[in-house]
């Protein structure tokens, strides 16, 4: 069964600076993997996904994702961010062939500081 | 537009008392899913549904019941045996449980007790 962790809890960043959101996960098969963002009382939105093709994967908002699969890991990252980032985002994994659908991280709140 | 529509956003319960919690969409995705948050847990798992007339216990499923006798409704009842559900709930769905399908996400209950 598939695990995903998020090491950083939070994550305070000032305005314009660069962020990289930590997101490692555990299989033993090949894995799609999944970004959501969640903004305070909502629900969650999907950001960005891996399914296949080119590791690189790019938001409409300016993040980006790279699927490293030696270092089982699918990082984060904005170059220059916006107090309208501040949000919760969570990492999900699912394998493929797999019967246990998504499995998600525990979120990581990023908090942007003017 | 298609989504997901949860209700009532906030809902109160008193001591003893079974409290239903609605989501309808109209995706035409045949999984439907309960999810339970709360800060800094992430995610936790309580029901999950793949077709119409079946669905099976998540995670903490304790203290909760389902019905899905509509493709489109997976509502979510928090029975007097949940000592402690004061929560925010989400509600999501895809077209399948399993592989590269993104889950798609209501915009919460938030439930509390009186």
């Known amino acids: 069964a598939q695990s995903v962790t998020q090491l950083d809890s939070q994550v305070p960043v000032f305005e314009e600076a660069p962020v990289e959101l930590r997101c490692n996960y555990s299989s033993s098969v090949s894995v799609y993997l999944f970004w959501y963002v969640q903004y305070p009382n909502q629900g969650l939105q999907l950001l960005l996904k891996?399914?296949?093709?080119?590791?690189l994967v790019e938001s409409i908002n300016g993040f980006e994702a790279e699927f490293n699969k030696s270092q089982t890991s699918f990082h984060l990252r904005k170059p220059s961010v916006h107090i309208s980032d501040t949000a919760e985002y969570f990492c999900a994994v699912s394998e493929e062939g797999g019967a246990d659908g998504l499995t998600f991280g525990k979120g990581t709140h990023l908090i942007i500081q003017p | 537009d298609g989504g997901i529509t949860q209700s009532p956003k906030y809902l109160f319960r008193k001591e003893g008392q079974n409290v239903t919690l609605s989501c309808e969409q109209n995706?035409?995705?045949?999984?439907m899913y309960w999810y339970r948050q709360d800060p800094g847990q992430g995610l936790r798992l309580i029901y999950y549904s793949q077709i119409v007339n079946d669905f099976q216990k998540g995670d903490i499923a304790e203290g909760y019941s389902v019905s899905r006798e509509k493709k489109e409704s997976f509502p979510l009842t928090v029975t007097s045996a949940q000592k402690n559900p004061t929560a925010f709930y989400l509600c999501?769905?895809?077209?399948?449980?399993?592989?590269?399908?993104?889950?798609?996400f209501g915009d919460g209950t938030r439930l509390s007790i009186l």
């Open positions: 995706l035409n995705h045949d999984a």
């Open positions: 999501a769905s895809s077209r399948l449980r399993q592989g590269n399908q993104p889950q798609h």
């Open positions: 891996y399914l296949s093709g080119s590791t």
